[in-house]
């Protein structure tokens, strides 16, 4: 039986070698509550599996949606992880290189301040960047930290 979309979502955890290592792409939620927000914050692009969509479907969406550009080649499995907050997160892993920077993703609109009747919009996602492991260790929310390792653990396995 399928979990509720609010319960269930899926991402994908670009990853590159660089200089021997890897790094992955993590992103900063935007928005007012991350605002002052930033070790412990970062994560996966990711979001809701919608109804007769594969987790793969959706987690390709997702992070396409949340950085504004267009992934190539086809997400591998990588993990489940279960947040803090019960939401199962389907995890993929794509290899790829892409700038950062260049982000230009989707926006939200939520009434801000708080019960003030006024309608903002805000960026789902306000910034990306590439992380060593050891870095995103301390800058990735912390249910999503085991990722970093299979994903350290997918690449070490490959041949050369």
């Known amino acids: ?9 899926a ?9 021997g290592s890897i790094e992955v792409l993590l992103v900063h939620p935007g928005g007012p509550f991350w605002r002052n927000k930033d070790a412990g914050a970062w994560q996966l692009p990711k979001g809701g599996i919608e109804p007769g969509e594969s987790a793969a479907e959706a ?6 949606e949340e950085l504004g550009m267009p992934l190539s080649g086809e997400p591998l499995p990588l993990c ?7 939401k199962l997160v ?3 892993a794509l290899e790829q290189d892409l700038d950062a920077t260049a982000i230009a ?11 003030s009747g006024r309608l903002r ?3 789902e996602v306000d910034k990306a960047a590439w992380f060593t492991l050891e870095a995103a260790r301390r800058m990735v929310l912390k249910s999503q930290a085991p990722m970093l390792d299979a994903i350290a653990e997918r690449v070490r396995g490959e041949p050369a």
């Open 1 to 9: 039986m399928a979990r509720p979309a609010s319960q269930h979502s």
């Open 11 to 19: 991402g994908v955890l670009l990853f590159r070698r660089s200089g």
């Open 59 to 64: 987690a390709r969406r997702e992070a396409e």
């Open 80 to 86: 489940s992880l279960r947040q803090s907050g019960g």
């Open 90 to 92: 389907e995890v993929f």
């Open 105 to 115: 993703g989707n926006e939200f609109e939520i009434e801000w301040p708080p019960r």
């Open 121 to 123: 919009r805000f960026p």
